[in-house]
């Protein structure tokens, strides 16, 4: 769609509120419908999601429409952007789903260095569109990601320590609540408050957004380190030197270390050239814990980003947020544990991710865990159903060790028994407040979505 269009027919413009129910059931999918099958695939292939019906929706009159019928039918109400959810709730078995993966159109407006963009935009294509402008906005590495589940649960990433996490840009968004009507939060501006961490699937369908964008470095900078021969005393000195070096690590530097079968790999990266004295500095230090490496690499940025694009086919796998931990000594105690069970489980990952940096300077919002300098990430593939069932059991045994009570909304946890405060700490009573005011009949409703008040119904 030419640019000028999409402003204004689904972007910034005022979209009309639907005043009558329209005959539209025909145009949904449904289990009898030859798309049907396709159109629930997520990208986690093991989801069987079976929602009673499919809406497309390509703006925000058809996704008001459908809200209308999924309240007459008496159907809860999932919403859908890049499909990446690990548990599926963008395809709620028995809701209506509203597939939004056609809203993906961007503008970059030069003058106000914004990014416009639709919820079904995917990574890949966000920084297609922002890098030949010289610009980016901090995001996730896999390109299938769509930035609308990304961005309303946080949307952490290899720029994220420098500038702030993917909600942090944003500066406006436009939402289709549960009574079918359009809000702005140009006009309420807890609505944006609440997308900044708290919006997954919870008060309504987002439409449209605005971001700011940060001015993109010319060259990216990454080394990895590896450790092999392993057991666990040495998975543990070597997770204890990383963490103790990644606490003081410079803004504009990443890390990540990744413990997978017999094998630690970290990755360290920069916005910087890796003869920057920060990076020199925290690779020295790598190093002297006995990691080899085969040197750093300097690329252009649009280049080196690619390498972390991931695979773009769905696959089966069980991936939980492991926890937030502040130091090494919020894991100390599982370590023993979990390397065990990941040298002795294949297929079984355990990540922690630098945080930290700017993330912790971010505006107020409802993604409660700033403080916090580290996630870790639990990840279970494979290639052969009769694997499954070890793996699971693995994933949920090395979560249950280390038993942390701040989880990712990102990364959800189907087992959390806690997961309202897991996910959203103290942000939690005005999350349901705003169920209350955007969704009071709670039509907008997965396993683990905002529930309105005790008593509010
Ligand atoms: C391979 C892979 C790589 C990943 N890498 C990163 C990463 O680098 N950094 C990071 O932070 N996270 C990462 N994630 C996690 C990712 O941020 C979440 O899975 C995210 O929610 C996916 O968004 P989506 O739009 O693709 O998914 P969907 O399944 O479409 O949606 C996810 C959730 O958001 C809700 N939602 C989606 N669109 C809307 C909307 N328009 N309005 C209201 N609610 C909506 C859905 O209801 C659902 O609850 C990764 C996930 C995968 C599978």
Known sequence: MERRRFLTTTALAGLPFVSRAEPVKGSYLTPDSPEYDVARGLF???????????????????????????????LAVSVKSGGHCFIGSSMANGSLAIDLGVLSQRAYLPDSRKLVAGPGVKLGSLYDTLLPQGRLLPAGSCSGVGLGGLTLGGGYGLFARQWGLTCDHLTRVKMVGGRGREIDSEQDEDLLWACRGGGNGNFGAIISMEFNTRAAPKTFAAQRFLAK????AKVGKLMEGWFGICEDLAEPLFSAFVL?????SILLTSSYPSSGKAFQATTKALL????????????PTAKALKRYYGRPDPLPFYNLSGGYYRSFDDLASSCDFVSQKVLSTPGLIFQVNTLGGAIARGPESAY??????????????????SQRERLVAAVNAVQGEIGSAAHYRNYPDPTLKNWETAYYGESYPKLQELKQRYDPDDLFRHSQS????????
Not at 229 to 232: A, E, M, P
Not at 450 to 457: D, E, H, L, N, Y
């Open 368 to 385: 409660p865990h700033r403080s916090y300098p580290f996630l870790g990430e639990i990840q279970a593939y494979w290639q052969r159903d």
């Open 44 to 74: 986690n292939s093991d989801l069987d999601m079976r929602p009673t019906y499919i809406a497309r929706c390509r703006d925000g009159v058809e996704v008001a429409k459908a809200i209308r019928f999924a309240r007459e039918e008496g």
């Open 260 to 264: 997978n079968g017999n094998q630690i």
């Open 288 to 299: 002297q814990l006995g990691l080899s490496t085969k040197g750093a690499s300097n690329s």
């Open 450 to 457: 905002v529930r309105p008040s005790a008593g509010a119904r």
């Open 229 to 232: 021969g392993l057991n666990s």
